[in-house]
């Protein structure tokens, strides 16, 4: 499929390299973003009226400044106006939460939320329950105390991940530059002055500051390929990208970040002295697909190839270009940077970086040591004097007396807080001194031994899901504690004593990366669920669909027999490793049991 680079939504400006492509009508969402003013139409009309929600077209521009529209499914009621609210979402790249910050959103979530913030698999807090009347002053607040929601949600560059561990050793402090340059490099130019005139009368004393090295980068996106055709919004155009792109960052071995569910995936290499030398790079991942819609799938990230340090930036917006010029922006389904992988080829995806956005080699990759999920939890030595806490949080969810808990102590000790892809929350810069007491508080929080956890919590997450998704067909966060629970009495029961990497989502669109699991319960139904398995518990390999429609009830009598055959052939594998090494025919046998 041929398509038109994006300077306006009907432009027939042929995509660098391609032959002149015949005229197609835009979409009516391409035609909406087209029409908005770089993201501020109707939003800015509609943020002035007195309704309690935003029409569907402000719901769609929305969406680019961090927020979506949703009602809560608990309070419906025949004949009566839904409960509209919105969830916030903030860009954080790499976790980073400074403690004045997090102070603020703390205060903005009692006062003008629903209570609680939920930290997120992308490693960003979300507010939920603002109403639309307040969305202003929570988003100027979180401004003014130097966040930003811009480009956390949309058609856009989303939070881009990193290890959240603050180690001042090894890869780990360039890892962290790199995925703050990426961060920056891919802010969107004209619509950062859009998000500042929204919500905070247009003070460009909060534009966000890029590093040099990603300033002089972007200095480029109005040269070549690259160049979308608007000089305004260069890189991006008028139109932005046909659907979300993520990013993220880590160092060989270190798998927190779930590197292969990327659009880019960068593994960063660094000399003896820290000095960043190149990255590996991997490119079409992605998790989202739709209920009988086989056309849609999870995918994993394909390898491009090794790039010298100096030219990642350069790498990253050239394939950021590529797929805004050649992602299908026809169906959305089809939009994801993945599907255009998958119909072309990485060589051909390589070959067009080369021949028309990309002058530098692409090498062959090095080799990288095998990856681990790492968590981080408990505690660790960050730097010479300083330390840092890992703190495990079921589900990402602060609430009541945890989260004033937390409070007392970010405030008291001024402490950073970072997030984990795990959804959980590290606690950094803690001098030598101040651990005895730290230590004392948190056991107070439940957090004694915060490296202990249940067999199966330490790596589960599951989606928000019902009542305000308004995706979800079925619950996720709120009944996983018990999901969990009962799954762990069956594992005692079968005296089995081995992990199992378990995420669970109330819809399929996998935001909790449920087809990297284990085991994956996708929601298909109230209170049914497709069962996954076969995914590692280091996130190495897609898991495969074995049930459609498996009711919640049936849990336990339908994984026995699977479970009991891996106890008696040792458990010496994972149980992921199990699956695959069993077969598909034989584990579907032993599911059948349950149902004979």
């Not at 095998?370 to 609430?399: I, K």
């Not at 049930?547 to 479970?563: F, V």
Request: aromatic letters at 6%; hydrophobic letters at 40%; proline letters at 6%.
């Amino acid at each position: 499929m041929t398509v038109t680079a994006n300077a306006s939504a009907g432009s027939t400006r042929s995509a660098p390299g391609t032959a002149a492509p015949s005229a197609v009508a835009p979409t009516k969402f391409e035609q909406l973003k087209a029409n908005s003013g770089h993201l501020r139409e109707p939003l800015l009309s509609e943020l002035g009226n007195e309704l309690p929600q935003f029409s569907e077209p402000a719901v769609q521009i929305l969406k680019f400044h961090g927020s979506y529209q949703q009602d809560d499914r608990d309070n419906r009621q025949k004949g009566r106006e839904k409960d509209w609210q919105m969830m916030l979402r903030l860009r954080s790249p790499g976790g980073r939460i400074p403690a004045d910050l997090y102070l603020a959103l703390d205060a903005l979530a009692d006062r003008l939320g629903n209570g609680t913030l939920r930290a997120t698999t992308r490693q960003a807090f979300q507010m939920h329950g603002v109403r639309k009347e307040n969305l202003r002053e929570v988003i100027g607040t979180i401004v003014r105390h130097l966040g930003s929601t811009l480009a956390a949600c949309g058609d856009i560059n989303r939070n881009v991940m990193a290890p959240a561990a603050p180690y001042a050793k090894g890869a780990y402090p360039a890892a962290r530059q790199l995925a703050d340059d990426i961060a920056d490099l891919l802010v969107p130019q004209a619509a950062e002055g859009s998000y500042l005139d929204l919500w905070v009368d247009g003070d460009l004393s909060y534009r966000i500051k890029a590093s040099g090295t990603a300033r002089r980068v972007r200095e480029r996106q109005s040269e070549g390929g690259v160049f979308s055709g608007d000089a305004a919004e260069p890189l991006y155009g008028t139109t932005y990208m046909p659907r979300k792109f993520k990013v993220a960052v880590t160092v060989p071995g270190d798998n927190s970040v779930d590197l292969l569910t990327q659009d880019i995936g960068l593994v960063l290499f660094c000399d003896p002295q820290g000095r960043p030398q190149g990255c590996n790079v991997y490119v079409g991942g992605g998790m989202g697909r739709t209920h009988n819609k086989e056309e849609t799938f999870a995918r994993t990230a394909d390898p491009l190839g090794y790039v010298a340090h100096e030219h990642v930036l350069d790498l990253v917006q050239a394939i950021v270009a590529l797929q805004r010029d050649h992602g299908d922006r026809q169906q959305r389904r089809h939009a994801r940077m993945k599907y255009l992988i998958h119909d072309h080829g990485v060589d051909w995806f390589r070959e067009q970086l080369r021949s028309s956005y990309f002058e530098h080699p692409i090498r062959a990759l090095r080799v990288e040591p095998r990856r681990r999920l790492e968590d981080y939890l408990g505690w660790h030595r960050q730097s010479p004097g300083l330390w840092f806490v890992g703190l495990p949080l079921l589900c990402g969810r602060l609430a009541g007396e945890r989260k004033g808990g937390l409070r007392r102590l970010v405030d008291t000790y001024k402490l950073e807080l970072r997030i984990t892809p795990n959804q959980d929350l590290l606690l950094c810069n803690i001098g030598t001194a101040q651990r005895s007491t730290l230590k004392a508080e948190l056991a107070a929080l439940g957090w004694e031994h915060p490296e202990d956890t249940s067999l199966l919590s330490r790596h589960g997450i599951a989606c928000p899901a019902l009542p305000l998704c308004g995706l979800a067909v079925t619950e996720s966060e709120r009944i996983f504690p018990d999901v969990l629970d009962r799954l762990e009495a069956l594992l005692d029961r079968l005296r089995i004593d081995k992990p199992i990497l378990v995420r669970m989502t109330g819809c399929p669109n996998g935001c909790a990366r449920p087809y990297m699991a284990e085991l994956g319960l996708v929601g298909s139904g109230v209170d049914q669920y497709q069962l996954w398995l076969g995914g590692s518990a280091q996130l190495s390999r897609l898991a495969e669909p074995y049930l459609e429609k498996m009711p919640l009830d049936a849990l336990e009598a339908t994984l026995e027999p699977l479970l009991l055959a891996w106890r008696q052939a040792g458990l010496r594998r994972g149980f992921g490793d199990f699956v695959v090494k069993s077969g598909r025919e034989e584990v579907e046998r032993l599911l059948a049991v349950a149902t004979a």
